[in-house]
């Protein structure tokens, strides 16, 4: 997975198929996304 971003999108695609497309979402979205993620909150 490959993630970048700027102040208010932030992009995520498939390093293994970069040519299938780009997920966006907005900035405090991915915050809230990954501070739950990284507070354990999903079974990964």
Do not use: C, I
């Not at 490959?2 to 915050?31: H, I, M, P, Q, Y």
């Amino acid at each position: 997975m490959e993630v970048g971003g700027g102040d208010r999108v932030v992009g995520v695609r498939d390093t293994k198929d970069r040519d299938g497309g780009t997920l966006v979402f907005g900035s405090a979205n991915w915050r809230e996304f990954a501070d739950q993620v990284k507070a354990g909150r999903f079974d990964l």
